[in-house]
């Protein structure tokens, strides 16, 4: 879901059959397409909402301009920007999973830890969202599970805002779910308003392809707004990954969606050669 033109001089992915240019996907689509990138890639970014006028590149894109959240910074940033670490840490060991409902866990923890994180969170279990495993953390959350599934409660802390940004995404590429984490897990606005058209759209096309999480990197962290750099694995391959923006606001992170619907904008998904400069984040063997 998403809308990449394709660029017929940019030799990626097959020809199409009449000789004109397409699309990498359907004109009206949301999550769940694919990013066709020479003959190895198909479904890069199922995990996302993929519009923008950029092709993905095996190069990595300088770090995204943050975009004017809707509720703005209200406090200087509490702790640094984050800066790449020169070597990314290890997955983490599944611990006891947190109680799908806390009291004292995730936005309800009054001491949240303020460092960024350059190793994986600790204590985090790995559960399966459809067919894609997200982290819970019994300290950074989620803290409150709905009744038709969707979590939110993060902790009000950078390691809360990567735990609220990889649940968002792995529960947005749930069919069942992408309506309702779009009407709670997203700032209002015309990107949610957009967002939630095309999902209700018959011809949304559907997600394919296996899609884990590899890794993360915090590229801002203010108080109140912080850039999640998520890493996913297509098929225990091919790498790739897109800038997220999150905000608190109501007492929890949620996303806040560029005008066209999308995560990125204009800003292309990086192809990735490895995972140098990220923190390695993944529940899959």
């Known amino acids: 879901m ?9 030799g990626l992915g097959d020809g199409d059959a009449g000789g004109e240019g397409t699309r990498f996907w359907q004109e009206r689509g949301f999550v769940a397409s694919a990013i066709v990138v020479g003959a190895v890639f198909v479904c890069l970014l199922v995990w996302v909402f993929a519009r923008g006028s950029g092709t993905p590149t095996s190069q990595q894109s300088p770090a995204p301009t943050p975009v004017v959240p809707t509720e703005q910074p209200t406090e200087e940033p509490s702790v640094p ?5 020169e070597e990314p840490t290890g997955t983490t060991t599944p611990g006891t999973p947190p109680p799908i409902n806390s009291s004292t866990g995730g936005c309800k923890n009054p001491k949240p830890d303020l460092r960024i994180p350059y190793s994986a969170p600790p204590a985090v279990t790995w559960q399966f969202e459809a067919d894609m495993l997200i982290p819970l ?7 409150t599970t709905a009744d038709n599934g969707v979590r939110s409660c993060f902790a009000h802390s950078p390691t809360g805002a990567v735990l609220a940004t990889l649940v968002l995404l792995g529960q947005i590429r749930n069919q069942d779910l992408a ?16 967002a939630l058209a095309e999902v209700r759209s ?18 801002d962290y203010q108080r109140n707004r912080a850039i999640i750099q998520v ?3 297509l098929n225990n391959s091919s790498v790739a990954s897109l800038p997220v923006t999150m905000v608190w606001s109501g007492g929890d992170w949620k996303a806040a969606l560029k005008p066209d ?18 923190v390695r984040f993944s529940g899959a063997s």
């Open 231 to 233: 890493a996913a694995e």
């Open 81 to 85: 920007p984050a800066t790449p670490t």
């Open 2 to 10: 998403g809308l990449f033109s394709r660029d017929p001089d940019s």
């Open 137 to 143: 953390q019994k300290a950074g959350g989620p803290a």
């Open 179 to 194: 309506e309702s984490v779009l009407e709670t897990r997203v700032l209002p606005g015309p990107g949610r308003t957009r």
């Open 261 to 278: 619907g999308s995560f990125n904008g204009e800003v292309a998904p990086d192809v990735l050669q490895g995972l140098d400069g990220y």
């Open 202 to 219: 018959p011809s949304t096309p559907q997600a394919t392809g296996q899609v884990q999480f590899a890794g993360f990197k915090v590229i």
